[in-house]
């Protein structure tokens, strides 16, 4: 009984001693000091918002999307002759080779009266009892 009560005051102030404060830290703080904490935090934070947004790009736009999008047509290497494809142009049937590098003359306009032309015939077969 008398080796764990000397322990105890042996060890004692080992333990208090290290739940104690540095003398340079406050133990509270007042008001002036808490909002002058928050007001440079809340600083911080807007400076990073805004660098980050200043690193987002914009979303692409309609026109760039379509753009992308005829180029990605133009090179696709799976096209053989007659195949039609969509661009920011109109449409184009592709009259090249497989085998060689693509040119614009590979590909052929299709006028929009064939288009309009060849609608009304479906619509007009679909419309039949």
Do not use: Y
Request: proline letters at 5%.
């Amino acid at each position: 009984m008398k080796q764990i009560l000397l322990a105890a005051l042996v060890l004692c102030p080992l333990a208090c001693a290290a739940q104690e404060r540095a003398a340079d830290a406050p133990v509270e703080l007042s008001r002036e000091d808490w909002h002058a904490r928050i007001k440079i935090a809340r600083e911080r934070a807007e400076v990073m918002r805004r660098e980050r947004r200043s690193f987002t790009s914009l979303p692409p736009t309609r026109d760039e999307i379509a753009a992308e999008a005829t180029k990605q047509v133009l090179e696709d290497e799976s096209l053989v002759r007659g195949d039609i494809v969509s661009t920011n142009r109109g449409l184009f049937r592709f009259e090249g080779s497989p085998d060689k590098d693509r040119e614009a003359s590979d590909f052929v306009r299709i006028p929009e009266t064939v288009l309009s032309c060849q609608a009304a015939a479906v619509v007009s077969s679909c419309s039949r009892p």
